[in-house]
């Protein structure tokens, strides 16, 4: 049995636990490999989908603009709602 992550471990670490561990259950294949399809196997392929994503929305990214500024009293005038891309 493999060692159970903590909850305060990386999506980077999470990612490699959940591909390493669907690895190994397909090499060994027949129940194992069915009951790890069945509970890891829609995991993996969410989290594979999300760094698809997070890398074409990276590749797409021409940096954070400013989308409105404010004023105060106390402060000045400065930008607020920095959001990638808008």
Known sequence: MGKILPRSASADRIKTAT????????????????LAEARIGEVAAALADNDQKLNQARANDAGPTAIGTCTSSTSGSGTFGLIAGH
């Open 19 to 34: 591909s390493k561990a669907l690895l190994a259950a397909r090499a060994r294949g027949g129940e194992i490999q069915t």
